[in-house]
């Protein structure tokens, strides 16, 4: 059995590589990690990234799990090939160092601090637990995208908004069809009565819906192109969500179920972007 990696085991992935496989890890065999300042995470991180700052690393390595396929990035690649090699010695097995940071990441970044787990999160929810959260969040988006459309005034902007809504509809199906799918259509339509009662406060990403319409307010959203970006960052921050709360569940059902619940959003993610390019490209011509 393998205890640790060596040096030399440790793989210099591009930026490219690195996007190649987020992309493609359905089930998060991958734990991306940032080991920067909080300053520099805020400024812009990678979707999904977990913050411990290199100087934090060896007293916090135990929030990692040892097995796991680790991908570490920082700035430049200088301060990650450390945090690698320290891992190594620690007893990890398999790790990655992103080659030339942040420097060379040239895709999609989000900024700010990452919402803490909502209240209705503690870490120790069983697959059923996360999934009814899952669902809450899902119902928390529609409501803020029918909020957003009654305090904005462009017609083509409000139809974007309400075509959202609708989408958050059927995103909330797909987690229907996966709750019955687990646990009986019997109990589904039981739960599927308590869905008017569900308390909304929090949408996808654990925002608070209070806190993303005051800040959209603050920008005037003007046409179609600024409303699919908005549906666009708020799948970021729920892809980024799920990702990161994941990896703080100690149970590996719902590890798993997070991890897939953050690929279906990377779905929706790619739904926005060709909606956008569309978009760009109509109003080009």
């Not at 119902?139 to 017609?155: A, E, H, R």
Request: aromatic letters at 8%; proline letters at 3%.
């Amino acid at each position: 059995m393998k205890v640790s990696c060596s040096i030399d085991e440790i793989k210099r992935l591009s930026p490219k590589t690195l996007k190649e496989i987020l992309e493609k890890d359905e089930k998060g065999e991958y734990l991306l990690l940032d080991v920067r300042q909080p300053e520099e995470y805020r400024a812009g991180h990678i979707p999904g990234a977990m913050l411990i700052p290199l100087g934090e690393l060896e007293a916090r390595h135990g929030e990692l799990e040892k097995n796991q396929k680790i991908i570490i990035y920082c700035r430049s690649g200088h301060r990650s090939m450390g945090a690698a090699i320290l891992l190594c010695g620690l007893g990890f097995t398999v790790v990655h160092s992103m080659d030339g940071g942040m420097l060379n990441w040239s895709y999609e970044t989000l900024t700010g601090f990452p919402e803490g787990k909502p209240d209705l999160l503690t870490g120790k929810q069983d697959v059923e637990d996360v999934l009814k959260i899952a669902l809450r969040l899902e119902k928390g988006s529609q409501d803020f995208y029918m909020q957003v459309v009654k305090k904005i005034v462009s017609p083509i902007a409000i139809k974007v908004f309400q075509r959202l809504a609708i989408a958050e509809e059927k995103h909330m199906d797909e987690i229907f069809h996966r709750y019955a799918t687990i646990f009986g259509q019997d109990r589904l339509t039981t739960f599927r009565r308590l869905k008017p009662d569900w308390n909304t406060q929090f949408l996808e990403g654990g925002v608070e819906i209070s806190k993303a319409l005051f800040e959209l307010r603050a920008a005037d959203v003007r046409d179609e192109l600024e409303a699919l970006e908005v549906g666009l960052e708020n799948e970021y921050f729920s892809y980024d969500f799920y990702k990161r709360i994941a990896g703080m569940m100690s149970n590996v059902a719902t590890r798993t179920l997070l991890h897939e619940l953050a690929w279906a959003e990377r779905r929706h993610i790619d739904w926005l972007l060709i909606e956008i390019n569309r978009t760009v490209k109509e109003n080009s011509s």
